[in-house]
């Protein structure tokens, strides 16, 4: 076994704490900081979700296709900002310094309509700007093994980015990651660097899992969205959203290309099938 892998077993019990440890997460790129969140914040996130949940979600969400775990429906004014609880930028400031941005803010669910798995990946490579990036997941459900929370190969930020987008292959690497699959009680929160390898199995007690996502970043940035702490380090910006607009021809813009040829040809040869040709 790689000696680097042996330090990150031994880190294992260390990765998770009421104090964010930067030298361990720099290691692990892992950390789960627990009952850091004023208690009667959280009881008012959980309120909030609850009643969007009755009151919108509830009658039939617009599933995303692309990714069912992540929320595409507007977050109510109580759920939207939470990036701006004073706790996430104090304990950000050791690993980002004083300037800190807010990339996006998401929310990730499994209930009933995206109970399924999400396979092993990394964030990265579907971000724009700098890729010193981390996703911070709140949890305002509880969140276990059995209703599909997420789990972390500790260590594998090391690799940065691996140059495509999709379900990585662990088994075809020399180094095997250590996992760790922590549990969460409302309110504790999962700073994760955005190269770590991550994946998640299906929902199958039928408790919802509910977290949010916010990605954060030094402010220096040009792709920060709203600042979250100190001055912007950057006077040029530009957005994310969209960003096919930049190029002229790009991966995803053939996908999508290849996508439209691909049902006209299906479309084409069902006429032909049924002796309808035009
Ligand atoms: O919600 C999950 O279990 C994982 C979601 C995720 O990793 C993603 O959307 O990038
Ligand atoms: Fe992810």
Not at 191 to 219: C, F, K, T, Y
Request: net charge negative; proline share 5%.
């Amino acid at each position: 076994m790689h000696d680097t892998v042996k330090s990150l077993e031994a880190m294992i019990p260390a990765l998770s704490s009421g104090t964010f440890n930067v030298d361990v997460f720099r290691k692990t790129g892992v950390f789960v900081v627990r009952n850091a969140v004023p208690r009667a914040v959280v009881e008012a996130w959980q309120d909030e979700w609850k009643s969007f949940y009755s009151a919108v979600l509830e009658k039939g969400r617009d599933v995303n296709r692309a990714n069912p775990v992540s929320l595409n429906e507007q977050l109510p004014e109580g759920l939207a900002h939470m990036y701006r609880e004073p706790v996430f930028a104090t304990t950000l400031k050791p690993l980002m310094g004083e300037h800190i941005a807010l990339y996006n803010h998401r929310f990730v669910i499994k209930d009933a309509l995206s109970a399924n798995k999400v396979f092993l990946h990394q964030d990265s490579c579907y971000h724009a700007g700098n890729s010193n990036k981390c996703s911070v997941f709140v949890a305002i459900s509880a969140v276990n093994k059995d209703n599909g929370g997420m789990t972390f190969h500790v260590g594998s930020h090391a690799l940065g980015s691996l140059g495509d987008a999709g379900e990585i292959n662990p088994a075809s690497f020399d180094v095997q990651w250590p996992t760790v699959t922590p549990e969460l009680a409302p309110g504790d929160f999962v700073i994760m660097d955005s190269r770590l390898w991550h994946e998640s199995g299906p929902n199958v007690s039928g408790i919802d899992r509910i977290m949010a996502d916010m990605i954060i970043q030094p402010a220096d940035d040009p792709t920060g969205q709203e600042l979250i702490c100190g001055e912007w380090q950057t006077d040029i910006f530009f957005s994310p959203k969209n960003i096919t607009q930049h190029f002229v021809n790009s991966r995803i813009l053939k996908i999508v290309k290849y996508e439209k040829e691909l049902a006209q040809l299906k479309a084409d040869a069902a006429h032909i099938a049924i002796g309808t040709t035009e």
